[in-house]
Structures are given as structure tokens and as C-alpha cells.
């Protein structure tokens, strides 16, 4: 069994000085992986994650230091029988972030796109695909909540969830 962080759009320290207590309890109940997908802000974000288990991310269209040049555009990870790809969904072709992400990762056969960027909690099956943004848990912009994402592989069992917070 697998259990993995999901979030996206963190902009830390300008939308947050810490990670929130919801997902440090997340964190310390443990995970096999945690998943950004963009818009860390800075290297300090990646560098907390990784004190709790592997970090998996992409840049956003916030990251400007040297650190972000590093960072991929995509990046493709297996979980199990899980292909699971990650963009920040802005780059690309299509009219809303969901179809930028949906094209810009297609070619690589993913059962899951792990997208960020619009701060929206979001999730639809297209085809045999899952598209999912997590939304963010320290800018939720108008959405009423913060959020994250939490993905549990059990076998050939997946359970993919919004966990939601004030």
C-alpha cells in the first residue's frame, strides 16, 4: 500500500510563512511520497518536504531563482501500477487548465494528470484518465476552503480524495 501527499500551489512565504498544521499532521502520520505540482515559491518549501518522505514537483509559473531551473516542466512517476504525471498547467495548448494539462501530457499514457495552477480543487475521468488538482492549502483564492490531495494505492484499489480545511 501506498500513500501519497498531493498539493500544489503552496506560494510560500507570500501566501503562507508555514505549512499549514493539516498537512504537517498529514506528514507526520507518514507518506511514501509527496507530490507538487508547481508554485512552491521557493526552494524552502521542497526542502520541508523532504524531511517526511521522497518529493516529486514541478516548476510553476512563479519560480524565478536559479533553484527553478532545476526543477522539470513534467515529471513522470510510477506508483505501483500507477502512471501518475505531473504539470503545473500553465503551458500548453487548451482553453482551460484541465485540457492544458490533459495535452501537454497524453504522450505519456498517465492513469493520472496532476495538474495546479488555477487554485481549484478539481477531479474528472477522461476516458481511463484521471485529471486531479488539488487545489492549495495556503491560497485558496475564492474557493471557500484550503486544500490538498490525498492518493491511496491498495493493490489494484486507488482511492483519491480532496481533504478540505478552514
Known amino acids: 500500500m501506498k500513500k ?6 503552496t506560494h510560500m512565504p507570500q501566501k503562507g510563512r508555514v505549512l499549514p498544521d ?5 506528514l507526520k502520520e507518514g507518506v511514501d511520497y509527496i507530490i507538487h505540482a508547481g508554485d512552491w515559491s521557493e526552494k524552502s ?10 518529493v516529486y514537483g514541478v516548476k510553476g509559473n512563479v519560480e524565478k531563482d536559479e533553484w527553478a531551473e532545476q526543477l522539470p516542466e513534467k515529471e513522470v512517476l510510477q506508483a505501483e501500477h500507477l502512471n501518475i504525471a505531473i504539470v503545473h498547467g500553465h503551458l500548453g495548448k487548451g482553453r482551460t487548465t484541465p485540457d ?8 505519456e499514457e ?3 494528470i496532476v495538474f495546479g495552477h488555477s487554485h481549484i480543487p478539481f477531479m474528472e ?3 481511463r484518465i484521471i485529471l486531479f488538482n488539488p487545489g492549495s492549502p495556503t491560497d485558496k ?4 476552503e484550503f486544500s490538498y490531495g490525498l492518493l491511496t494505492i491498495d493493490a489494484n484499489e486507488i482511492q483519491l480524495q480532496h481533504h478540505y480545511f478552514t
Open 4 to 9: 501519497i501527499l498531493i498539493l500544489s500551489d
Open 22 to 26: 493539516q498537512i504537517i499532521s498529514v
Open 45 to 54: 518549501v521542497y526542502e520541508e518536504l523532504t524531511l517526511y518522505a521522497p
Open 100 to 107: 492544458r494539462a490533459f495535452q501537454l501530457c497524453i504522450d
Open 110 to 112: 498517465p492513469d493520472l
Open 125 to 127: 475521468k477522461r476516458d
Open 141 to 144: 483564492r475564492r474557493q471557500k
